[in-house]
């Protein structure tokens, strides 16, 4: 069974439409988190929540929504896409609060979204 | 803030050859030190980290890294490469506050045959 799993694995889409990328866990994890890789492989954090609540809230543009509608799920939704958020979109996991206690995070294999 | 510097972007290396990653990281205290690989398509998988105690630890697939708090350095060695450990390798830092670990921008491993 995959531990980190997230959907769908790429994603091509036209400019301004609204798309959902899913992610769910299955380690019993209190933290998840939406990590973005530029295409430099540069990896930025975007969110995290713990125990469904979010806890980490970076500078993102408001069209990027997370929701987490229990603690194995972290969705993103994006609206309006714009060329600049192709990206490679990591969802992942760990038991704790991952920085703060020096946690492992658990990866999943990303999504590649390409804005059109 | 804490902040985590890789300054290779890429690195070559012929197999069978050793391997040594730089990193080196800003941090007021003792920092949670970790190293992740991304293979191809892939996400990032852990392959050692620091926490405290023995500053050389030893993680998976042969690799090993050392803290010196001296250099605020956490360099990850393996002393012989294989083909299959061609990918990108993360440094990150954690702890003290920091609800998420900050992480390198990667440093791109190629290992010729």
């Known amino acids: 069974d995959t531990a980190v799993s997230q959907t769908p694995k790429y994603l091509v889409t036209q400019m301004g439409n609204d798309k959902s990328i899913k992610c769910e866990q299955n380690?019993?994890?209190?933290?998840m988190y939406w990590y973005k890789q530029d295409s430099k492989k540069f990896l930025k954090i975007m969110f995290s929540?713990?125990?469904?609540?979010?806890?980490i809230n970076e500078t993102v543009p408001n069209r990027f929504s997370p929701k987490s509608p229990d603690k194995a799920h972290l969705n993103l939704h994006i609206n309006s896409l714009e060329l600049g958020d192709s990206a490679v979109y990591f969802c992942?996991?760990?038991?704790?609060?991952?920085?703060?206690?020096?946690?492992?995070?658990?990866f999943g294999s990303g999504t590649q979204l390409s804005v059109l | 803030a804490q902040s985590v510097t890789q300054p290779d972007i890429h690195i070559t290396v012929s197999e069978g050859a050793s391997l040594e990653l730089r990193c080196n990281y800003s941090?007021?205290?003792?920092?949670?030190l970790f190293w992740y690989v991304q293979s191809p398509g892939q996400g990032l998988q852990l392959l050692l980290k620091?926490?405290?105690?023995?500053?050389l630890v030893q993680g998976i697939k042969g690799f090993e890294a050392e803290f010196k708090r001296s250099q605020s350095s956490f360099n990850l060695r393996k002393p012989s490469v294989h083909w299959s450990d061609a990918a990108e390798y993360f440094c990150?830092?954690?702890?003290?506050?920091?609800?998420?670990?900050?992480f390198g921008r990667g440093t791109s491993l190629i290992v010729h045959p």
């Open positions: 992942a996991s760990s038991q704790g609060t991952g920085g703060l206690l020096g946690e492992k995070l658990f």
């Open positions: 380690l019993g994890h209190d933290t």
């Open positions: 929540y713990n125990n469904k609540e979010l806890i």
């Open positions: 941090y007021g205290a003792t920092p949670y």
């Open positions: 620091y926490f405290s105690g023995d500053t």
């Open positions: 990150a830092v954690g702890g003290g506050g920091s609800y998420i670990p900050t």
